[in-house]
Nanobody
Framework: QVQLVESGGGLVQAGGSLRLSCVAS????????MGWYRQAPGKQRELVAVTTSGGTNYADSVKGRFTISRDNAKNTVTLQMRSLKPEDTADYYCNADIVRWVAGPTISYWGQGTQVTVSS
């Protein structure tokens, strides 16, 4: 089985910083795309940042404030969040496209989510 486990969420004041981490565990052949999504109450889940072999992409709302990074040796992806705003409050989910075996299909996995609350 493959699992994505997030950590690092919490409560922070506006202007503060948080660092989210996600580690992929289990047996698999490779990890392609890794990224972070978020879902605020009453809203749809949205892409925050993604990293692939071709580079990184960010939602316009977080550009210049958030940084996504990846450690392939440790199968981890990290989201460094700075200058946080109340509108960043949401549940943050790690997502990874994983190939379980050679020439196998790519399957999208999700973490359980970690809550980020930014107070004004």
């Amino acid at each position: 089985q493959v699992q994505l486990v997030e950590s690092g969420g919490g409560l922070v004041q506006a202007g503060g910083s948080l660092r989210l981490s996600c580690v992929a565990s289990g047996t698999f052949f490779s990890i392609n795309r890794m990224g972070w999504y978020r879902q605020a109450p009453g809203k749809q889940r949205e892409l925050v940042a993604v990293t692939t072999s071709g580079g990184t992409n960010y939602a316009d709302s977080v550009k210049g404030r958030f940084t996504i990074s990846r450690d392939n040796a440790k199968n981890t992806v990290t989201l460094q969040m700075r200058s946080l705003k109340p509108e960043d409050t949401a549940d943050y989910y790690c997502n990874a496209d994983i190939v379980r075996w050679v020439a196998g299909p790519t399957i999208s996995y999700w973490g359980q989510g970690t809550q980020v609350t930014v107070s004004s």
